[in-house]
Antibody
Framework: EVQLVESGGGLVQPGRSLRLSCTAS????????MSWVRQAPGKGLEWIGF??????????EYAASVKGRFTISRDDSKSIAYLQMNSLKTEDTAVYYC?????WGQGTLVTVSS | DIVMTQTPLSLSVTPGQPASISCKSS???????????LYWYLQKPGQPPQLLIY???NRFSGVPDRFSGSGSGTDFTLKISRVEAEDVGVYYC?????????FGQGTKLEIK
């Protein structure tokens, strides 16, 4: 069974940092690109970035709203994708999902507030 | 960025009746590889999105055959042949031909 489990969310002050993890199981993690998508309270879905598989260079792409502040990485030996979020803003408050396109995790809530 | 526009934004359907959601993209989603990168997701209340349809018309594993997708270029449709109570939630289309990947605003399906 495919599972994606996000962790690391919580309450953080504006300007601070947070790192989210996405632990995968049930499939060959290294073969897949992994995306992060967020959903602000009561709003729709926003793609924020992804990391390609090593076979495609392991490179990353980001939405303009987070470029330069957020960094996606992966550890294929542990089947984990990471989302490092720096210089957080109140508008980054959202549930953050990791997804392989086919499958989604349950999400982790990040609240940016003083 | 490619803009995805869904209509209607809300839908109230009697169980057993059909439902249809339209998704229009601001640019063609047909890739040079011959595939069209349009996906449909359902987000049930309190849950993450789940994939229903990929590449316009392919049902994902386990998706009931009452769900079907069609369209080409910039115009796409998700149809539910006979709505059931478990189909409530918000439906999103998404394109992945161009970065950033973008979603439609969502269509909320309710049961009458």
């Amino acid at each position: 069974e495919v599972q994606l489990v996000e962790s690391g969310g919580g309450l953080v002050q504006p300007g601070r940092s947070l790192r989210l993890s996405c632990t995968a199981s049930g499939f060959t993690f290294g073969d897949y690109a992994m995306s992060w998508v967020r959903q602000a309270p009561g709003k729709g879905l926003e793609w924020i970035g992804f990391i390609r598989s090593k076979a495609y260079g392991g490179t990353t792409e980001y939405a303009a709203s987070v470029k330069g502040r957020f960094t996606i990485s992966r550890d294929d030996s542990k089947s984990i994708a990471y989302l490092q979020m720096n210089s957080l803003k109140t508008e980054d408050t959202a549930v953050y999902y990791c997804t392989s396109v086919d499958y989604w995790g349950q999400g982790t809530l990040v609240t940016v507030s003083s | 960025d490619i803009v995805m526009t869904q209509t209607p934004l809300s839908l109230s359907v009697t169980p057993g009746q059909p439902a249809s959601i339209s998704c229009k993209s601001s640019q063609s989603l047909l890739h040079s590889d011959g595939k069209t990168y349009l996906y449909w997701y359902l987000q049930k209340p309190g849950q993450p999105p789940q994939l229903l349809i990929y590449e316009v018309s392919n049902r994902f594993s386990g998706v009931p055959d009452r769900f079907s997708g069609s369209g080409s270029g910039t115009d796409f449709t998700l149809k539910i042949s006979r709505v059931e109570a478990e189909d409530v939630g918000v439906y999103y289309c998404m394109q992945s031909i161009q970065l950033p990947k973008t979603f439609g605003q969502g269509t909320k399906l309710e049961i009458k």
